[in-house]
């Protein structure tokens, strides 16, 4: 499945944090969801385009304050990464919000 190669990554490019995920690769995504039982019930997909359109509006569906998903999984990288001893970043001096 040489789609595999490809998705699921996140890399540099052009000055920006790019993550692909093949479209063709979403049923071994959702395979992996059920799985991992990240969901509770075994689905299969039946209309790849109709997917994963619904797929990225969930993923840029806005909160009320305005994050996604997207955000959101950056929190949480940005979080991880810091408690890992991340590199070129310390802590602000000004802390108050």
Excluded: C
Aim: hydrophobic letters at 40%; proline letters at 2%; zero cysteines.
């Amino acid at each position: 499945m040489p789609y595999l190669d490809r998705s699921g990554q996140a890399i540099i490019e052009g000055g920006s944090i790019v993550i692909r995920v093949a479209i063709e690769a979403l049923p071994t995504v959702l395979e992996g969801a059920w799985t991992s039982q990240s969901i509770g019930t075994r689905y299969k997909i039946t209309n790849l385009d109709e997917f994963s359109r619904d797929l990225v509006i969930e993923l840029n569906r806005e909160e009320e304050n305005g994050t996604t998903r997207v955000h959101k999984m950056f929190d949480a990288a940005i979080e991880e990464a810091i408690g890992q001893g991340a590199f070129g970043i310390e802590e602000h001096e000004d802390q108050e919000i």
